[in-house]
């Protein structure tokens, strides 16, 4: 019984010692690992164009939709712009100075306190605001017009501050022909 005993604890031994050599490329969980990808010297290719995206030509509705972004957001209550807003008017009047062709229409929203023809006057004043913004900037006020929907096509129906400002903005949207 002794011998048995012993063999048994060789064999245990044996097999610490197998598993203490094993390489990092087998896991006894889960088997043969992959190898890690090899380094590329070929440059980062994460600023490529998204799939679809690649024929996207400069002066179109996609092209603003993508590259300048059309909607500019407010805080709770207020038309008054932020850094962030004029930044995103300032790439939206550049970009129509270059393309002329293109009328825009505002679109302003709100998410705020406050009655249904409050809101649509807060709206309505967002959207003003940025109307005046952009024809500062050198946008042609006859390209521009604007209207206030007020809580109206909301983005999301929602309690939550983070959630509800998504609600709370002006769309620029670009036409051909006017509308109202």
């Known amino acids: 019984m002794k011998s048995r005993v012993s063999g048994l604890a060789a064999l245990a031994g044996l097999m610490?010692?197998?598993a203490a050599c094993s390489t990092s490329?087998?896991?006894?969980a889960s088997g043969p690992q992959e190898p890690p990808p090899p380094v590329s010297n070929t440059p980062d290719e994460?600023?490529?164009?998204?799939?679809?995206?690649?024929n996207v030509k400069p002066g179109t509705e996609e092209d603003f939709i993508l590259n300048v972004s059309r909607r500019t957001f407010f805080a709770a209550d207020s038309a008054a712009l932020d850094s962030t807003a004029k930044a995103t008017l300032d790439n939206q009047a550049a970009w129509l100075k270059q393309y002329p062709k293109w009328l825009i229409k505002l679109q302003g929203f709100a998410d705020d306190s406050g009655g249904d023809s409050a809101q649509v006057a807060l709206?309505?004043?967002?959207?003003?605001?940025?109307?005046a913004y952009?024809?500062?900037?050198g946008v042609d006020r006859g390209r521009m017009w604007a209207k206030g929907y007020?809580?109206?096509?909301?983005?999301r129906s929602?309690?939550?501050?983070?959630?509800?400002?998504?609600?709370?903005?002006?769309?620029?949207?670009?036409?051909?022909?006017?509308?109202?």
């Open 25 to 28: 490329s087998m896991n006894p």
């Open 150 to 155: 007020g809580k109206e096509r909301q983005v």
């Open 46 to 54: 994460t600023n490529q164009p998204a799939p679809g995206f690649e």
């Open 16 to 18: 610490i010692g197998l």
């Open 123 to 131: 709206s309505s004043k967002r959207a003003e605001t940025v109307m």
């Open 158 to 180: 929602c309690t939550e501050r983070s959630c509800k400002v998504q609600n709370r903005r002006v769309v620029s949207n670009l036409r051909t022909v006017r509308d109202d």
């Open 134 to 137: 952009l024809a500062a900037a």
